[in-house]
């Protein structure tokens, strides 16, 4: 997939579950794991109010930024959502906590 539309589908992914409170973790590895799907590579940059996300096809890359608008929440059913359609999207991974509903651990 062209680098353009890839770093849409990415930042949709990644502005979803920014705003359903997820974790920073959960979101880069969700967002990494569409990338791969879609054969590129990404970049991505998580902080408190912006997302910054570039992807990498073969031959170009597309640089997105996306600025949250107004304060992120916890929404556990927003985020089951996003992640029941992202299974049935991308599949399970093995040993992955991308956007599967496995339980996240970070070591520490």
Known sequence: ME???????????GE????FGATTRRIQDSVARL???LECKVE???NYDAL???VHDRSSFRTRIACSRGSAALNLHGL????EWGSGVVG???????IGSSPVRHPG
Do not use: D, E, Y
């Not at 680098?3 to 992914?13: E, G, K, Y």
């Not at 979803?16 to 705003?19: D, R």
């Open 44 to 46: 991505l940059l998580v």
């Open 80 to 83: 089951a959502r996003v992640s």
């Open 52 to 54: 910054m996300i570039t």
């Open 92 to 98: 399970p991974a093995a040993g992955s906590a991308g």
């Open 3 to 13: 680098a353009t539309r890839a770093a849409q589908l990415c930042l949709l992914l």
């Open 35 to 37: 990338a791969r799907h």
């Open 16 to 19: 979803m579950l920014f705003s």
